[in-house]
């Protein structure tokens, strides 16, 4: 009898045909994998336009990153008037640190305008040998170079190992999201709600009456055994001795601002990253007003090039670094950071480091590996960064920092790998990044280092690129890679090989872009309109 195809079986071989062709499309050299893309389920574009969530059986998303960066995102960097210029010396080998410090403090003497600026000390284009540390510490100053190229202006460093630019005021009565203790004589109210879903904006409190909008605050989540023990981070051993991933009484602090009060209902400026569980913080979470915070404000350093020698060193010595930034309001622009190590760190928030560039040719010696980005800030935004180099992290983040962090477009070169580095980091966004020959990692670093255990949470890989990625689970929590091109890598907790394989993370669309194309550019266009997309360049 002679074989006839019914309807139905030609619409299923019809279908396996397509997603075979679709398959092979996506994976084919000759045809680009940005053409193919498809729908996501835990944030997509509805039929109205606007981004549609989903969301897990407790309430927990993904959190909305779009107030990373200066201002709290969407907010042009601003370009403040020159008030002081500076030329290389005569003398092509004399020090130039005392030069370019005394304009620094001359400018940092003069009064604010009413947008909290002071000035620009412009370097000419030029060579400055600098033997110790440049020091921003008035709000409202920004150095600012003329190129970066090797015609531009150049911080050549030499002398003692240093830090090339240092921007902080040097107060830190707080210190922003963090994992600590409770200060003395603070009043912590109690949140009264069960359970508050990671990307939440608002929860509930004993009592509002000694707070106001416009408050600066800190949400606190107790660190206890229970929660410890929930997170299988209770039996880390290295070397036969006890490791501690994190101690119990200690706190994971968030900074935020309020922005509405409704009787005991809080509202505020930024979603929380993530989940309180009143089941494993012993009904204990808090929140603390914290109006004290004096960091550096509106200050500055772009479109110049520092030098270091080349370090061929183990990062456990002293060394040349690029930058450190601690301030609110701050940022870095167009810099390249030409062999330094740990290049570039921050503390603070609404922070955006753009077109920052680090070039690591001399190879660092030894296991453990420097950061060249330690993005350890709120609200932090790195648009169009890039590092080249081995055996490093591109880039780590330390202990208890709370996102939203953002890496936007940027590139990674060489072997090294993104990773949140210890002791529950949350809230790290990934962008369309590229790293073709090393990895990001949400992962249990279980006793690594000094028991580092979990070290990511609720942090998302979108639309990127890397040879690999270790996306694993943390108990009562998710890590996502979305639309991104790379292998997942699965492996045990280190220091545990014979054991089994941790669980994975979510892998939707492996290979394949999802729309919409940026997620961060995305949700800053929804949540402020086209004009934040063209402010911040896009």
């Known amino acids: 009898m002679k074989h006839i195809d019914s309807p139905i079986s030609k619409v299923k071989t019809g279908l396996t045909l397509f997603l075979l062709l679709l398959n092979s499309f996506a994976q084919a050299d000759s045809i680009p994998m940005e053409k193919v893309t498809l729908k996501n389920e835990w944030v997509h574009l509805g039929a109205d336009g606007k981004l549609v969530y989903k969301k897990t059986p407790k309430g927990d998303r993904i959190m909305d990153f779009s107030y990373a960066g200066y201002k709290g995102g969407g907010i042009a960097l601003p370009n403040i008037p020159v008030k002081i210029t500076v030329k290389p010396l005569a003398d092509a080998s004399a020090d130039c640190t005392a030069l370019i410090q005394a304009a620094i403090d001359k400018v940092s003497a003069m009064p604010l305008n009413k947008d909290g600026f002071r000035g620009t000390v412009l370097l000419e284009p030029g060579t400055y040998p600098c033997s110790n540390t440049i020091k921003i510490m008035a709000d409202g100053i920004v150095l600012r170079g003329s190129g970066k190229s090797e015609k531009g202006s150049i911080i050549s460093m030499n002398g003692v190992k240093h830090t090339a630019i240092v921007l902080s005021n040097g107060i830190n009565q707080r210190i922003g999201n963090r994992l600590g ?3 003395d004589n603070e009043k912590a109210i109690k949140i009264t709600d069960n359970y508050i879903a990671a990307g939440s904006i608002s929860f509930t409190v004993a009592n509002a009456s000694g707070f106001t909008i416009g408050d600066n605050v800190e949400i606190r989540k107790p660190v206890t055994e229970k929660w ?10 290295r070397d036969g001795k006890p490791q501690t991933w994190i101690k119990t009484g200690s706190l994971l602090i968030t900074e935020r601002r309020i922005a509405a009060i409704k009787g005991n209902k809080i509202t505020l400026d930024v979603p929380l990253v993530d989940s309180y569980d009143a089941a494993y913080t012993n009904d204990e979470t808090t929140m603390v007003l914290a109006n004290d915070v004096k960091r550096l ?3 500055g350093v772009e479109n110049l090039r520092i030098v270091s020698p080349p370090q061929a060193v183990s990062h456990t010595k002293a060394l040349y670094y690029g930058v450190r930034l601690n301030g609110e309001d701050c940022w870095l ?11 570039v760190g921050t503390g603070g928030r609404r922070i955006t480091l753009q077109r920052v560039a680090v070039v690591r040719k001399a190879l660092h010696q030894g296991p453990s590996k420097p950061a060249e980005f330690a993005p350890n800030a709120g609200q932090l935004l790195l648009d169009q960064c890039s590092v080249e180099g081995d055996n490093i992290w591109f880039a780590a983040l330390g202990a208890g920092q709370t996102g939203p962090i953002v890496f936007l477009n940027c590139n990674f070169i060489g072997n090294g790998r993104i990773e949140g580095h210890q002791r529950w980091s949350t809230g790290m966004l990934l962008d369309n990044c590229k790293a073709p020959n090393g990895g990001i990692d949400f992962k249990n670093r279980g006793s690594m280092g000094s028991g580092h255990g979990w070290g990511t949470a609720w942090s998302v890989a979108w639309n990127c690129e890397a040879n ?3 996306n694993q689970i943390p108990p009562g929590t998710y890590n996502w890679v979305i639309g991104s091109k790379g292998k997942s890598t699965p492996i ?6 014979a054991g089994p394989n941790l669980p994975e993370g979510i892998f939707e669309s492996p290979n394949t872009p999802v729309n919409p194309s940026s997620l961060y550019l995305t949700q800053l266009e929804e949540r402020l309109g086209k004009q934040a997309l063209k402010a911040i360049g896009y």
């Open 181 to 183: 203790n409770a200060g």
């Open 228 to 237: 410890v023990k929930f997170m299988q981070m209770d039996d880390l051993i």
């Open 297 to 299: 404000k509106q200050a």
């Open 333 to 343: 622009r167009d810099l390249d950071l030409i062999e330094t190590m740990e290049s």
């Open 468 to 470: 690999s990625y270790v």
């Open 492 to 497: 045990p907790r280190p220091f545990n090989s």
